[in-house]
Antibody, heavy 120, light 111 residues
Framework: QVQLQESGPGLVKPSQTLSLTCTVS??????????WSWIRQPAGKGLEWIGR???????NYNPSLESRVTISVDTSKNQFSLKLNSVTAADTAVYYC????????????WGRGTLVTVSS | QSALTQPASVSGSPGQSITISCTGT?????????VSWYQQHPGEAPKLMIY???NRPSGVSNRFSGSKSGNTASLTISGLQAEDEADYYC???????????FGGGTKLTVL
């Protein structure tokens, strides 16, 4: 059974870069037709799709974040990563990684999420 | 502002049935059978409950069902139980600038 786990700093200073890693266990990140995705949720608010990377390495980003976001994959470590630069307090949120099933277009499973606070 | 519109809250008593709506456009909900629903308890990650409008993953109670009519998808929970109290989000494939859109979420209260 595939499981995902986010990791990274919980506190980032304004204008700096937020960096998170999602480790995939129980299956290979290179196999199957999946998009490996990042989603965030500010406190008390709804879900916002950030972007995704396909097993081939191609990426798609939310246009509202595209100029600041990079998602990459490290197949040797079975991990994919998120970098969001020039962060502000508006980027404070719980960040989730999730597997998006390409055939049926749904997210499953999700990681437990990690809170990232942007503050000096 | 979310791309898909959900009621902010719904409530029901144990044993009753409730329905949560998710309204989009012909570019998302109405145009494709790729609507999914997620349950989120406080402090936890979202959990897939319904995919492709009507399909239930293994392990999800058959008290949960999905449907769609035009640009509106619906999640129905029958035989409400206290454990169903949670936030529910819909999501859809979209042909717009982002391939995925979410609803704003609905808080279900079991009275």
């Amino acid at each position: 059974q595939v499981q995902l786990q986010e990791s990274g700093p919980g506190l980032v200073k304004p204008s700096q870069t937020l960096s998170l890693t999602c480790t995939v266990s129980g299956g290979s990140i290179s196999s199957g037709s999946f998009y490996w995705s990042w989603i965030r949720q500010p406190a008390g608010k709804g879900l916002e799709w950030i972007g995704r990377i396909y097993t081939s390495g191609s990426t798609n980003y939310n246009p509202s974040l595209e100029s600041r976001v990079t998602i990459s994959v490290d197949t040797s470590k079975n991990q994919f990563s998120l970098k969001l630069n020039s962060v502000t307090a508006a980027d404070t949120a719980v960040y989730y990684c999730a597997r998006y099933v390409a055939v049926a277009l749904y997210f499953d499973p999700w990681g437990r999420g990690t809170l990232v606070t942007v503050s000096s | 502002q979310s791309a898909l519109t959900q009621p902010a809250s719904v409530s029901g008593s144990p044993g009753q049935s409730i329905t949560i709506s998710c309204t989009g456009t012909s570019s998302d909900v109405g145009g494709y059978n790729y609507v999914s629903w997620y349950q989120q308890h406080p402090g936890e990650a979202p959990k897939l409950m319904i995919y492709e409008v009507t399909n239930r993953p293994s392990g999800v109670s058959n008290r949960f069902s999905g449907s769609k009519s035009g640009n509106t998808a619906s999640l129905t929970i029958s035989g409400l139980q206290a454990e169903d109290e949670a936030d529910y989000y819909c999501s859809s494939y979209t042909s717009s600038s982002t391939p995925v859109v979410f609803g704003g979420g609905t808080k279900l209260t079991v009275l």
